[in-house]
């Protein structure tokens, strides 16, 4: 398979051979900044780059763009029905809108001729070598990395290029986080992880159990109450299910609007556990729990429908799956129920299988990697990870500026070495910060942000490293 | 942070847009053309766009909400206008160049900051203030005064064309101005400087020290907020793309932008 993007296209041009630790031959790419994945994040952190006026390599081992947002991509978490759950004005990059007459929550397939655009408009595409996967990624020294690659799926042999700089955007909702349970493997039932789920007529006429209640399984339950002859959706807690729509306007325009007006969290979770009375209603008597937690504290939920079908009895809310049984399901409550089918959709799990963990403070390489702002590495001031945050609001604004927040920084680390040096302290410092209120502890909720506060921390940092 | 325009996104309105594509795609950024308050795509549509097609450039030119063929909107602001030439140009296939003039060239200004032009061109810029309107006053108090009161600004033929161009042609294209938003006309006395370009496009300003709406103060003025000095077309009215010599003033955008790409991803 080529790996060039053009037909006849030169392979990178090797400046210099410079040799690896094991001997092998190494392409000296000098100033040339690699990037991993071109998924919307890396797509973003490409075309920052090369307008701060560097070289790119963008390695994507998929053979089109968008990642997650190309349902046709064998590790893409989307299905069928997938609209976005943050409105158009957070969801769009801050200098490329979505046109105007889209709807408030596109659809999927919106989303990827979105990215294509995005793509094709600011020229990136000859920057990218589809078909082709990152496998390893070592410091050599002096902060540049060697990158090694091989095509997609192993074969071929593998080449390694020397870069000066690498932005990490490989995704985190491709590794799926699968519970254990007692009794799982006896269990005669069908078992899947949501991100193998694609279309409702994989629940057509059965008794499906949906486990877990992010944006995946309130989506899956509502597809369930209309597909499966029967629908059970277990939760571990209570959670607020808020509705896409307040006032008659997408709920995170008014959010922001409060933000705007800058009403204190305390305010706004008040006023939004008011209008969630006054609106959705005391949800308990449904037999779902009552949340543990205020609203913003854990990972919001937009989801309109999951209410409406418990209220219709389509769904059936239960508790934690205790242990499984060959022909039933044991949830904590002692109950017994017999799905002929279990969806998982219990979450993903950021993986950097080709990089040492230490390097990222992730030392029991559990994927909670230890950065300032979400994205800078300590000690490694020439490598940032793009796109690992789990914002209240669509992530690829927030993308976008950690892309021109590290393009500024390799920029500064050439024209004004003490400035970059007085940075890389601050990064150092500043690492593990958080950047919402608080939330519930999760395996889920380290990476999560707020927004406004998050943005705003990510401008003082441009501000302060273009201080003098 | 934009809370507030993340809040209240601009309404989707019909947009018209013209255009002119080459014969042979040459791989050069699209120019987007931006009509000043009153005027509409069909400024450009007389001269300049098949012009610039000619010359081996794709050519759009669009009308702002409430101008030309666009849907109205007598409650439009700057930021809506912005809005819609942000709209056009990400909508385009490539990168393009940003060409406004008049008042157009200030909503060009406000449409660099959410938007990375390839380059930008400012023609005969009105960057508002009140000097502008004082000139605007001094040249013709009857079509300018009632404009302060919520009336549209009117401009007369005299204060956009030069006597070279023929009278008749004068009173076609004057007999087609409408006018801008009252609230866009009053943000351009009373608002707020443009926020800084993103992506760092190089900026080329042009006009001419005879033109009656814009006096060479401003142009100057207007140049050095992107460092660098105007081009001049002396002898030529306002409306550079509509008086008689409009050849000389497009030539020179083009020549620029292909001798000064400014950018090295340009293709
Ligand atoms: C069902 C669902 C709905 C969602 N809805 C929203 C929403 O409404 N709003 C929102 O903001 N977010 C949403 N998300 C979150 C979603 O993860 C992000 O929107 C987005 O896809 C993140 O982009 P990314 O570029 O960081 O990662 P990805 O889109 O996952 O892209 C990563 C890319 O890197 C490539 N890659 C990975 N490893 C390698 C390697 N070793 N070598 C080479 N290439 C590699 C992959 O092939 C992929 O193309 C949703 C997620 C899911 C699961
Ligand atoms: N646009 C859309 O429509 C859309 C759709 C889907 C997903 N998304 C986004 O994609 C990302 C991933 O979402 P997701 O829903 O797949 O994952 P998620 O947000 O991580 O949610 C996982 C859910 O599973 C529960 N869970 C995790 N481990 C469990 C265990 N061992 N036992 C029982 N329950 C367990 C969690 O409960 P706890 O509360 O206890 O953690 C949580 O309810 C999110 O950013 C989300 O917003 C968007």
Same mark, same amino acid.
């Given at each position: 398979?080529?790996?060039?993007?053009?037909?006849?296209?030169?392979?990178?041009?090797?400046?210099?051979?410079?040799?690896?630790?094991?001997?092998?031959?190494?392409?000296?790419?000098?100033?040339?900044?690699?990037?991993?994945?071109?998924?919307?994040?890396?797509?973003?952190?490409?075309?920052?780059?090369?307008?701060?006026?560097?070289?790119?390599?963008?390695?994507?081992?998929?053979?089109?763009?968008?990642?997650?947002?190309?349902?046709?991509?064998?590790?893409?978490?989307?299905?069928?029905?997938?609209?976005?759950?943050?409105?158009?004005?957070?969801?769009?990059?801050?200098?490329?809108?979505?046109?105007?007459?889209?709807?408030?929550?596109?659809?999927?397939?919106?989303? %990827?001729?979105?990215?294509?655009?995005?793509?094709?408009?600011?020229?990136?595409?000859?920057?990218?070598?589809?078909?082709?996967?990152?496998?390893?990624?070592?410091?050599?020294?002096?902060?540049?990395?060697?990158?090694?690659?091989?095509?997609?799926?192993?074969?071929?042999?593998?080449?390694?290029?020397?870069?000066?700089?690498?932005?990490?955007?490989?995704?985190?909702?491709?590794?799926?986080?699968?519970?254990?349970?007692?009794?799982?493997?006896?269990?005669?039932?069908?078992?899947?992880?949501?991100?193998?789920?694609?279309?409702?007529? +994989?629940?057509?006429?059965?008794?499906?159990?949906?486990?877990?209640?992010?944006?995946?399984?309130?989506?899956?339950?509502?597809?369930?109450?209309?597909?499966?002859?029967?629908?059970?959706?277990?939760?571990?807690?209570?959670?607020?299910?808020?509705?896409?729509?307040?006032?008659?306007?997408?709920?995170? +325009?008014?959010?922001?609007?409060?933000?705007? &007006?800058?009403?204190?969290?305390?305010?706004?979770?008040?006023?939004?556990?008011?209008?969630?009375?006054?609106?959705?209603?005391? &949800?308990?008597?449904?037999?779902?729990?009552?949340?543990?937690?205020?609203?913003?504290?854990?990972?919001?939920?937009?989801?309109?429908?999951?209410?409406?079908?418990?209220?219709?009895?389509?769904?059936?809310?239960?508790?934690?799956?205790?242990?499984?049984?060959?022909?039933?399901?044991?949830?904590?409550?002692?109950?017994?129920?017999?799905?002929?089918?279990? @969806?998982?959709?219990?979450?993903?799990?950021?993986?950097?299988?080709? %990089?040492?963990?230490?390097?990222?403070?992730?030392?029991?390489? @559990?994927?909670?990697?230890?950065?300032?702002?979400?994205? %800078?590495?300590?000690?490694?001031?020439? %490598?940032?990870?793009?796109?690992?945050?789990?914002?209240?609001?669509?992530?690829?604004?927030?993308?976008?500026?950690?892309?021109?927040?590290?393009?500024?920084?390799?920029?500064?680390?050439?024209?004004?070495?003490?400035?970059?040096?007085?940075?890389?302290?601050?990064?150092?410092?500043?690492?593990?910060?958080?950047?919402?209120?608080?939330?519930?502890?999760?395996?889920?909720?380290?990476?999560?942000?707020?927004?406004?506060?998050?943005?705003?921390?990510?401008?003082?940092?441009?501000?302060?490293?273009?201080?003098? | 942070?934009?809370?507030?325009?993340?809040?209240?996104?601009?309404?989707?309105?019909?947009?018209?847009?013209?255009?002119?594509?080459?014969?042979?795609?040459?791989?050069?950024?699209?120019?987007?053309?931006?009509?000043?308050?009153?005027?509409?795509?069909?400024?450009?549509?007389?001269?300049?766009?098949?012009?610039?097609?000619?010359?081996?450039?794709?050519?759009?030119?669009?009308?702002?909400?409430?101008? !030309?063929?666009?849907?109205?909107?007598?409650?439009?602001?700057?930021?809506?206008?912005?809005?819609?030439?942000?709209?056009?140009?990400? !909508?385009?296939?490539?990168?393009?160049?940003?060409?406004?003039?008049?008042?157009?060239?200030?909503?060009?200004?406000?449409?660099?900051?959410?938007?990375?032009?390839?380059?930008?061109?400012?023609?005969?810029?009105?960057?508002?203030?009140?000097?502008?309107?004082?000139?605007?006053?001094?040249?013709?108090?009857?079509?300018?005064?009632?404009?302060?009161? !919520?009336?549209?600004?009117?401009?007369?033929?005299?204060?956009?064309?030069?006597?070279?161009?023929?009278?008749?042609?004068?009173?076609?294209?004057?007999?087609?101005?409408?006018?801008?938003?009252?609230?866009?006309?009053?943000?351009?006395?009373?608002?707020?400087?443009?926020?800084?370009?993103?992506?760092?496009?190089?900026?080329?300003?042009?006009?001419?020290?005879?033109?009656?709406?814009?006096?060479?103060?401003?142009?100057?003025?207007?140049?050095?907020?992107?460092?660098?000095?105007?081009?001049?077309?002396? !002898?030529?009215?306002?409306?550079?793309?509509?008086?008689?010599?409009?050849?000389?003033?497009?030539?020179?955008?083009?020549?620029?932008?292909?001798?000064?790409?400014?950018?090295?991803?340009?293709?």
């Amino acid at each position: 398979m080529p790996t060039s993007p053009e037909p006849g296209r030169p392979d990178p041009e090797t400046t210099t051979l410079a040799r690896g630790p094991d001997g092998r031959p190494v392409s000296d790419r000098g100033d040339t900044v690699c990037v991993i994945g071109a998924g919307a994040s890396g797509l973003t952190a490409v075309k920052n780059l090369a307008e701060h006026g560097f070289g790119v390599d963008c390695y994507e081992r998929e053979t089109g763009v968008a990642g997650a947002w190309n349902w046709r991509h064998d590790r893409s978490p989307v299905y069928a029905s997938t609209h976005l759950i943050s409105s158009r004005p957070f969801t769009q990059f801050p200098d490329f809108p979505m046109p105007d007459h889209w709807p408030d929550y596109p659809h999927h397939s919106q989303l %990827l001729s979105y990215f294509e655009r995005y793509a094709d408009h600011f020229d990136l595409r000859r920057h990218i070598w589809f078909g082709t996967e990152v496998v390893r990624v070592e410091p050599v020294g002096d902060d540049r990395w060697d990158v090694t690659t091989r095509s997609t799926g192993g074969y071929g042999p593998e080449r390694t290029s020397r870069y000066a700089a690498v932005v990490i955007a490989n995704g985190h909702n491709w590794s799926p986080k699968l519970p254990r349970y007692e009794g799982l493997e006896q269990f005669r039932g069908e078992v899947m992880h949501a991100s193998s789920y694609k279309d409702s007529a +994989q629940l057509r006429g059965k008794r499906v159990l949906v486990v877990g209640a992010g944006n995946t399984g309130c989506d899956i339950a509502v597809e369930a109450a209309q597909q499966a002859s029967r629908c059970w959706h277990s939760t571990r807690r209570g959670y607020w299910y808020a509705p896409k729509y307040v006032f008659g306007r997408p709920a995170d +325009q008014v959010n922001d609007l409060l933000l705007a &007006l800058r009403v204190p969290l305390r305010v706004r979770q008040w006023l939004y556990h008011r209008t969630l009375r006054l609106t959705v209603g005391d &949800l308990t008597r449904f037999g779902l729990p009552k949340p543990d937690h205020r609203v913003y504290e854990t990972h919001p939920i937009a989801n309109s429908l999951l209410v409406y079908h418990v209220g219709h009895g389509t769904i059936t809310p239960v508790p934690d799956i205790a242990r499984f049984h060959p022909h039933s399901v044991e949830l904590t409550d002692g109950r017994q129920i017999d799905p002929e089918l279990v @969806v998982f959709a219990t979450g993903y799990l950021p993986r950097f299988e080709f %990089l040492d963990g230490k390097i990222l403070g992730d030392d029991e390489g @559990v994927g909670r990697p230890r950065l300032w702002l979400n994205a %800078l590495v300590p000690d490694h001031p020439t %490598l940032a990870v793009t796109g690992l945050v789990q914002p209240d609001s669509g992530i690829f604004p927030l993308a976008h500026w950690q892309a021109v927040l590290f393009a500024r920084l390799l920029a500064t680390r050439a024209s004004r070495p003490e400035r970059a040096a007085a940075f890389a302290a601050q990064v150092r410092a500043g690492a593990g910060e958080r950047y919402s209120g608080q939330v519930k502890d999760s395996t889920r909720h380290w990476f999560e942000v707020g927004h406004a506060d998050y943005l705003r921390a990510l401008e003082r940092a441009l501000r302060e490293l273009e201080s003098k | 942070m934009r809370s507030w325009e993340w809040a209240r996104p601009v309404r989707p309105v019909r947009r018209e847009v013209l255009s002119a594509v080459p014969e042979l795609e040459e791989g050069r950024p699209p120019l987007l053309l931006v009509p000043g308050f009153g005027h509409g795509a069909w400024a450009y549509a007389e001269n300049w766009l098949g012009h610039v097609a000619a010359r081996g450039f794709s050519a759009y030119a669009m009308s702002l909400r409430g101008h !030309g063929g666009s849907a109205p909107a007598p409650e439009a602001t700057l930021r809506a206008y912005a809005h819609d030439v942000v709209q056009v140009a990400a !909508g385009l296939p490539r990168r393009a160049v940003l060409v406004g003039h008049g008042a157009g060239a200030l909503v060009v200004a406000h449409a660099m900051a959410r938007y990375p032009a390839q380059a930008a061109v400012l023609v005969a810029p009105v960057f508002g203030g009140w000097a502008t309107f004082g000139t605007a006053l001094r040249r013709n108090p009857f079509g300018t005064l009632p404009a302060v009161f !919520g009336a549209g600004l009117r401009l007369n033929r005299r204060q956009l064309f030069s006597g070279e161009l023929p009278e008749a042609d004068a009173r076609r294209h004057a007999g087609r101005l409408g006018r801008a938003a009252r609230r866009a006309q009053w943000q351009l006395l009373t608002g707020t400087d443009p926020e800084p370009a993103v992506g760092d496009p190089p900026v080329l300003v042009l006009g001419s020290p005879d033109d009656r709406v814009v006096p060479a103060a401003a142009l100057n003025r207007a140049a050095r907020r992107y460092a660098s000095a105007p081009l001049l077309f002396p !002898g030529m009215g306002h409306d550079l793309m509509l008086d008689a010599r409009w050849r000389e003033p497009i030539d020179a955008i083009l020549d620029w932008l292909i001798k000064n790409p400014g950018r090295d991803d340009l293709g």
